[in-house]
């Protein structure tokens, strides 16, 4: 079975940088679709970004756009989103996942990572 991992969150003050990152063992990311989901206390998920494969170009909730960014490293099997200007309204759970192609910013997912805990506070 498919499992995602993501790694990089942590709690950070308002204004801070963080870098996640998410990688899949046993699992070629390169030929999928890849992004982020996010939840949040109390909400539902909701989609962050997606990216399609061979497109370094991603998609962005309205919300994160121009301080988010999506990455991937092939080389390392790696996807990354660098979150800079962060605030209050970023705290969540942000999980990573890939699947047969991007709607809008929504990954059509197929695999999941478990999450990473991203806490802006201060």
């Known amino acids: 079975q498919v499992q995602l991992e993501e790694s990089g969150g942590g709690l950070v003050q308002p204004g801070g940088s963080l870098r996640l990152s998410c990688t899949a063992p046993?699992?070629?990311?390169?030929?999928?679709?890849v992004g982020w989901f996010r939840q949040a206390p109390g909400k539902e998920r909701e989609g962050v970004s997606c990216?399609?494969?061979?497109?370094?170009?991603?998609d962005y909730v309205g919300s994160v756009q121009g301080r988010f960014t999506v990455s991937r490293d092939n080389a390392k099997n790696t996807i990354y989103l660098q979150m800079n200007d962060l605030g209050p309204e970023d705290t969540g759970v942000y999980y990573c996942?890939?699947?047969?192609?991007?709607?809008?910013?929504?990954?059509?997912?197929?695999?999941w990572g478990r999450g990473t805990q991203v806490t802006v506070w201060g």
């Open positions: 990216m399609n494969p061979n497109d370094d170009r991603a």
């Open positions: 996942a890939a699947g047969f192609g991007c709607s809008y910013y929504y990954v059509q997912s197929e695999y």
């Open positions: 046993g699992f070629i990311l390169e030929y999928y679709a």
